[in-house]
Structure formats: structure tokens, C-alpha cells
């Protein structure tokens, strides 16, 4: 898990306008109903940010997220991972929630790709229609789980512009291929943000991945901050706010260019 409950993402910069949110309900491809978080700015710049949460799911850190998001001009949706598993009361899920010893047997062992492809589907099919703003143009953006996830989603099925993965693993992880496996299935540019200092995510795991993308012919961009833990992208963790800064700008850069690829 990245964040704790009360984590809050770093600021980008002064706000460009007024953003509103709300609380979703989405319902899946499978009939399955999911919690998420849908920000809009006041003036839609066209491409859309689909955010995908670390291993917790929807919380507090991607509702702000996605606010800061829309103040910059993008509609932004946050979704969660458990609507089959833990309903879709986000709130009333208690601090143990977090917890590996939870979250593991009960709730990530559950989790399929048919259906958390669907949610994903389901999620983005929202930022292009008239409710969510109707973008013409899409990216994701996930942190941790949700950044391996994001790493996936360059595949061409789900029609993103670009995806944006911070610390994902893109490897092997409990016998499964990772995104470095799957790389000829991937078509959209990749940014991928690393910490130097991240014991679970080597240079030689980042590096493979680099290269399989180079062989697929998969645009692509990976920046690693020297001395950054997993998860430094946190407003409340000292010490690394130029690295935040920095991530912040390549991020916002990213999608300024994907909306204009169109």
C-alpha cells in the first residue's frame, strides 16, 4: 500500500479554475456495481485522466487527486478496485481495511482481469460521454498496483491516448506476466515515474521493462528520482518535493501532448 488513509497528494501549482466533485456509482460490463470519484473543471480541456489507486482502492489521496486534477483543466475519475467484494460504501470501510492481511485473502486474490478490465472499460467509457465531460482524448494515470495496472492499459483495447504509471512492478508478480511480458500487446506511449530508493522495484526490473517496450516499438519515457522511496509522491513526506515538482510537470506535460496528438 502506498498511502495512508490521511496521505494527500503534493500540489501541482496555483489553481486555473474552479473544479466541483462528486461521489459515482459505475456499474460494469458484468453488472457489477463500483464506488468512484469524478472531478470536472469549469473548463474541460478535452482529454480526460482516468486514475487507478494503489492496492488501498478508492481513498481520500486520488479524491484529491482528481481535484487537482480538474483545477488544471482535466476531468479526472477516480475509480476503486472492491465493488464485489466490499460494496460500494467507501466510508464505511474502517481503517483495518488497508491492512495486507485484509486486503490480500479477501479482496486483491479476488480480483480478476475479465473483470477489472471491465471496470477500467466502464470508468473510461464515462469520461467520454456527455457526463464525464465528453473527452476526446484519455489517459491513465495509477500509483503501486494501480500504476502496474496503468502500465497495462497502454493496450490498445482500452483506447488511451497515454498512461502514466508511478512505482508500478512491471514484472512477474505472484506467477502472473507483468507489462515487461506483455509488451508486444501494448501500442500507447508510457510514462513511467520510479524511486531511486524503492526496495521493491530494482533498476534491472526497470530497465527490462525499458527494453521490452523498446522492442515492441512502444513509445516511452521512465524517469527514476535518485534517493526516492516508494510512494514519495505524498504532500506529507518531507524531503522530496523537488522530486514531486518535477513528477507534477512531466504529468502534466504528458497529457498536455496527448490532447494535442489528437
Not at 465493488?83 to 474502517?94: C, F, K, L
Not at 482524448?137 to 498496483?145: Q, R
Not at 497502454?154 to 502472473?176: E, H, K, M, T
Amino acid at each position: 500500500m502506498c498511502y495512508d488513509s490521511d496521505a494527500t497528494p503534493p500540489v501541482p501549482a496555483a489553481p486555473r479554475m474552479a473544479a466541483t466533485a462528486e461521489p459515482l456509482t459505475l456499474t460494469s460490463g458484468d453488472g457489477a456495481r463500483f464506488a468512484a470519484h469524478l472531478a470536472r473543471p469549469e473548463r474541460p480541456s478535452g482529454t480526460a485522466v482516468l486514475i487507478l489507486p494503489d492496492n488501498r482502492g478508492l481513498s481520500g489521496f486520488y479524491q484529491h487527486l482528481a481535484v487537482r486534477l480538474a483545477e488544471q483543466g482535466h476531468t479526472a475519475l477516480a475509480i476503486d478496485y472492491y465493488g464485489r467484494t466490499a460494496g460500494t460504501d467507501i466510508e464505511a470501510r474502517g481503517e483495518d481495511f488497508g491492512a495486507m492481511e485484509n486486503l490480500m485473502p479477501n479482496h486483491i486474490s479476488k480480483l480478476t482481469p475479465d473483470t477489472l478490465y471491465g471496470d477500467i472499460l466502464a470508468a473510461a467509457d464515462v469520461l467520454r460521454s456527455p457526463e464525464g465531460g465528453g473527452a476526446s482524448s484519455t489517459v491513465s494515470l495509477g500509483f503501486c498496483m494501480g500504476g502496474r495496472f496503468a502500465f497495462l492499459t497502454a493496450a490498445s483495447r482500452f483506447g488511451f491516448d497515454g498512461v502514466i504509471g508511478f512505482y508500478g512492478f512491471p514484472d512477474v508478480l505472484f506467477g502472473a506476466p507483468g507489462p515487461t511480458q506483455r509488451a508486444a500487446e501494448l501500442t500507447a506511449p508510457v510514462l513511467g515515474l520510479f524511486g531511486g530508493a524503492d526496495e521493491g522495484i530494482s533498476p534491472e526490473v526497470v530497465a527490462a521493462f525499458g527494453k521490452a517496450l523498446t522492442g515492441a516499438g512502444v513509445e516511452h519515457e521512465f524517469v527514476t528520482y535518485p534517493g526516492a522511496p516508494h510512494g514519495f509522491f505524498d504532500q506529507g513526506l518531507p524531503g522530496y518535493e523537488e522530486a514531486c515538482a518535477d513528477a507534477w510537470r512531466r504529468v502534466m506535460d504528458f497529457i498536455a501532448v496527448r490532447g494535442g496528438a489528437r
